[in-house]
């Protein structure tokens, strides 16, 4: 019964967990008893079961601690006692709380990526009445010194083998072609993504030549221009290369190549801003939620959650600052997993829904940039080596930068950032030189690390509500893609918050109940 609710995806049980349409108010107290909250989840069994923020149901996780109420109160008791001790009564030592996050909000966003701001500009850029939604972005970094966003390369592509991925990157390169039609705030100067439009090169060993040649049907299906070379095309095009061991090449005619991923992010940053998105300086440390346990018409028990306050602790000090929501998005990159953890997923008996986790991890990739006056030129696209090697020409001045995954059974440790040379001279170097010989004489200039947010299962996003915690939402396990796919899964995850279900583009493979059901929704093209 649970597993065929769940195949059922996004039905019309789902209409009426998220923020609705219909709302009159945006302020939580409002909303109480108005119905706009309640969630019916997916599941025939919780069609008469019913929410509200401060439902009667057990609060997980919080017992002994004072709730919001309780607090206040015992702070004004407290302010009460220093003022009647104090000379100079009005004076309040208190009150400043100019940079603690608002006490309410109706949607809380975990992370201030390309991800959590893409899903803040689509919340507010849909919304049906403007500042009928509350959004609050939780960034714990305001440097990005960690964020994968800004360690990235910068690629957006085509070349995929789902149907799904190819349309999210053919919208995003659209929204990045036409980025100031987007993003354009008054009296600010129009953004320069940088955008090269060079093209992605995948080359195919005679073992990959079949799977890529599907791939490119999926592929121009779905409405991309992608041609294939045979090696002597290749090597006409391309005479640099050297097609050893190459039986086919894929190349992007359109829409693929690379921009400025800082520019992107400070561009929707400001823009956000401009719509009345609330930024806070925190990390989420907790969540505060109610539980229903139910049973199935079969006798299976499940446990539906609904987080009803999110506790943001404040740079620089230990104190935290409840927020009240309505909706929380993990958009925590790297750090989705944990903050799964944190709102109870995953914490069930293995085997059940309730003990599936969000199987997304932070994997550790080094970046290398290398100067070679006799390398490729300004015609080099992005290559893919079938090694899995890859590099790309970075600015005009004899520069390109490359790294490769590591295999499964020597991913370095994810506790830090550091980069490790040898990786260079053993994993990536061998294989660049091979396709390119001219990159034998190659000087490498600086490395960088950052972390994927790796979805072990099937290195795809999550997007969109989890079954059992009903209002926590997903745009994270991107795995490689997440900057390039951002605008559009930002506006996926919006649409299924604001009417229920996904429009523009079904992402339903996308859901977390993938990983309880073992259906996997397998990218094969993963650099
Ligand atoms: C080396 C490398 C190359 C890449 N190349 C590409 C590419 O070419 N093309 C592409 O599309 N993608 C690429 N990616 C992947 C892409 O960068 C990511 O998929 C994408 O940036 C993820 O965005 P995000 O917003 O989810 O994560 P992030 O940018 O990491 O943002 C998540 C934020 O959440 C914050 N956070 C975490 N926990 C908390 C908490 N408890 N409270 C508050 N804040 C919190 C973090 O500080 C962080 O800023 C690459 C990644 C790497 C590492």
């Known amino acids: 019964m649970l ?13 009426g967990r998220g923020l609705g349409t219909h709302r009159e108010s945006s302020t939580l107290g409002k909303a109480e008893g108005s119905g706009g909250y309640r969630g019916s989840g997916v599941f025939p069994i919780s069609s008469h079961v019913t929410f509200s923020t401060r439902g009667p149901g057990p609060r997980w ?41 608002p006490e309410h909000s109706d949607v809380v966003i975990v992370g201030g990526g390309v991800l959590g701001l893409s899903v803040a500009y689509w919340l507010k850029r849909l919304e049906k009445r403007q500042g009928a939604i509350r ?30 991925n190819i349309q999210l990157s053919l919208f995003s390169v659209e929204f990045l072609r036409n ?56 090597q006409k095009k391309f005479p640099w290369i050297n097609t050893e061991g190459v039986a086919l090449a894929s190349y992007g005619l359109e829409n693929e190549g690379w921009f400025d991923p800082w520019c992107l992010l400070q561009g929707l940053r400001r823009k956000v801003q401009s719509m009345g998105v609330l930024f806070c300086h925190g990390e989420v440390t907790r969540f505060v939620s109610s539980s229903n346990h139910m049973e199935t018409a079969i006798g299976e028990k499940v446990t539906l959650k609904r987080i009803h306050e999110v506790h943001v602790k404040v740079d620089h000090s230990q104190e935290y600052q409840p927020v009240e929501c309505a909706i ?22 293995s085997g059940t829904l309730q003990g599936t986790k969000l199987p997304v991890e932070p994997r550790k990739r080094y970046v290398y940039l290398w ?12 290559v893919a080596d079938p090694s899995g090697a890859y590099f790309r020409r970075e600015g005009l001045g004899n520069n390109y930068l490359g790294g490769c995954s590591p295999a499964e059974e020597e991913e370095p440790d994810p506790g830090n950032l550091e980069v490790d040379h040898d990786f260079f001279q053993e994993k990536v170097w061998p294989h660049l030189a091979q396709r390119v010989p001219a990159f034998e004489t190659l000087k490498v200039r600086r490395a960088w690390a950052g972390y994927y947010d790796y979805n072990t299962f099937d290195q795809n996003g999550v997007v969109g509500p989890h079954p059992l915690v009903i209002n926590m939402y997903f745009a994270t396990g991107f795995s490689g ?39 996997k929704a397998q990218e094969h093209c993963i650099i």
């Open 135 to 164: 959004v609050l972005v939780v960034e714990r970094d305001h440097t990005y010194s960690q964020a994968s966003t800004v360690l990235s390369v910068g690629g957006i592509r085509q070349q995929f083998s789902l149907p799904e």
């Open 61 to 101: 996780e919080d017992s002994g601690s004072l709730g919001a109420g309780d607090w206040h109160g015992k702070v004004s008791e407290i302010k009460k006692k220093i003022q009647s001790v104090l000379p100079g009564g009005a004076w309040s030592p208190l009150c400043d709380t100019s940079h603690l996050p």
């Open 328 to 349: 929380v998005v993990n958009a925590a990159g790297a750090w989705s997993g944990r903050i799964a953890e944190l709102a109870g997923i995953g914490k069930g008996p």
């Open 179 to 234: 980025i100031n039609e987007y993003l354009a705030v008054v009296d600010d100067p129009p953004l320069d993504l940088q955008f090269n439009p060079s093209g992605y090169l995948f080359l195919a060993s005679e073992e990959g030549a079949t799977i890529m040649e599907n791939n490119v049907k999926v592929q121009r299906q779905e409405g991309a221009k992608v041609c294939l070379m045979s090696p002597e095309q290749l």
């Open 371 to 382: 100067h070679c006056p006799q390398g490729p030129g300004l015609e080099a696209p992005l």
């Open 481 to 519: 893609h997440g900057l390039q796919q951002a605008p559009a899964v930002g506006r996926a995850v919006a649409e299924v918050m604001l009417e229920g279900h996904f429009q523009t583009i079904n992402l339903s493979p996308f859901l977390f109940s993938r990983f309880y059901l073992g259906e």
């Open 3 to 15: 597993r065929r609710a769940l195949r059922l995806g996004l039905g019309p049980g789902l209409l």
